[in-house]
């Protein structure tokens, strides 16, 4: 996804730094802030790819995956993740999963994205921030205005044309999420297959929180092109676009316009 942003000039700071592997764009338009808050939410994210990370041997979803930590032992956040991990799996009639085969490691990474976003736009917003937009590897939570804009402009990226949108989506508050193997290859697999599904380019969740919305667009993905789309439609709270392999678009009918 891509922000657009005012060619006028406008107010806060836009600052972009290299967490948990990807970059985390945060854009306020505030004229006035107190910029601690901006150093909390990046040590938040820090302390978040430190502790769930797979690629670090000292974090703590390495030391479980390895048995030298026990669940009951691992730290409130990290047990918390991991039973959202399963209630989401239950949701999703297991095509998400922190597995991707039984006796796999675990990898939560489909939910601490959008989870560790959410947390940090709530120190934002208990920062007294008002307008923002936080940027997780092209996920995202907006609120209030692009100032001088009266509200945010999202394009969801064209998975054929990196150069191209498939759609715009005008909003003053929402999680925006999109799954599919464009960008980083094939990483979403069917967990009843193994295999990573066909038919099917990408799919974009929208909601109120973007661990939610993540963790879906994952799901769907995963789902393929038959089942995918007939399962948002039973989506309450969170709306849906899917982009098939002959560039069909199928939206739910709540899916936001520009």
Same mark, same amino acid.
């Given at each position: 996804?891509?922000?657009?942003?005012?060619?006028?000039?406008?107010?806060?700071?836009?600052?972009?730094?290299?967490?948990?592997?990807?970059?985390?764009?945060?854009?306020?338009?505030?004229?006035?802030?107190?910029?601690?808050?901006?150093?909390?939410?990046?040590?938040?994210?820090?302390?978040?790819?430190?502790?769930?990370?797979?690629?670090?041997?000292?974090?703590?979803?390495?030391?479980?995956?390895?048995?030298?930590?026990?669940?009951?032992?691992?730290?409130?956040?990290?047990?918390?993740?991991?039973?959202?991990?399963?209630?989401?799996?239950?949701?999703?009639?297991?095509?998400?999963?922190?597995?991707?085969?039984?006796?796999?490691?675990?990898?939560?990474?489909?939910?601490?994205?959008?989870?560790? %976003?959410?947390?940090?736009?709530?120190? /934002? &917003?208990?920062?007294?921030?008002?307008?923002? !937009? $936080?940027? *997780?590897? +092209?996920?995202?939570?907006?609120?209030?205005?692009?100032?001088?804009?009266?509200?945010?402009?999202?394009?969801?990226?064209?998975?054929?044309?990196?150069?191209?949108?498939?759609?715009?989506?005008?909003?003053?508050?929402?999680?925006?999420?999109?799954?599919?193997?464009?960008?980083?290859?094939?990483?979403?697999?069917?967990?009843?297959?193994?295999?990573?599904?066909?038919?099917?380019?990408? %799919?974009?969740?929208?909601?109120?929180? /973007? &661990?939610?919305?993540?963790?879906?667009?994952? !799901? $769907?993905? *995963?789902? +393929?092109?038959?089942?995918?789309?007939?399962?948002?439609?039973?989506?309450?709270?969170?709306?849906?676009?899917?982009?098939?392999?002959?560039?069909?678009?199928?939206?739910?009918?709540?899916?936001?316009?520009?």
């Amino acid at each position: 996804m891509t922000m657009t942003t005012a060619t006028e000039t406008f107010p806060g700071i836009r600052r972009v730094e290299h967490v948990m592997g990807m970059p985390i764009v945060l854009d306020i338009r505030d004229d006035e802030f107190d910029e601690v808050v901006v150093e909390k939410m990046f040590e938040w994210l820090g302390w978040v790819d430190a502790t769930f990370s797979t690629y670090k041997p000292d974090s703590e979803i390495s030391r479980l995956n390895r048995g030298e930590l026990l669940f009951e032992e691992a730290h409130g956040e990290v047990r918390g993740v991991l039973s959202r991990c399963e209630a989401l799996r239950v949701a999703t009639d297991g095509y998400f999963d922190v597995r991707r085969a039984s006796g796999e490691p675990i990898d939560p990474s489909g939910l601490v994205k959008g989870w560790a %976003v959410d947390r940090a736009a709530l120190l /934002l &917003e208990n920062g007294g921030v008002r307008n923002y !937009a $936080v940027s *997780a590897g +092209g996920d995202m939570r907006l609120r209030g205005r692009a100032v001088p804009e009266l509200s945010w402009r999202v394009g969801i990226q064209h998975p054929l044309d990196r150069t191209a949108v498939a759609k715009v989506i005008e909003t003053t508050e929402l999680a925006v999420a999109t799954s599919g193997a464009y960008a980083r290859g094939d990483h979403v697999w069917n967990p009843r297959t193994g295999q990573s599904p066909r038919g099917i380019l990408s %799919v974009t969740v929208v909601g109120p929180k /973007l &661990e939610v919305a993540d963790a879906f667009a994952t !799901a $769907v993905f *995963a789902m +393929g092109p038959d089942l995918g789309p007939r399962w948002t439609a039973s989506l309450r709270d969170y709306e849906a676009m899917t982009i098939l392999a002959d560039q069909t678009i199928l939206a739910t009918g709540g899916f936001p316009d520009d």
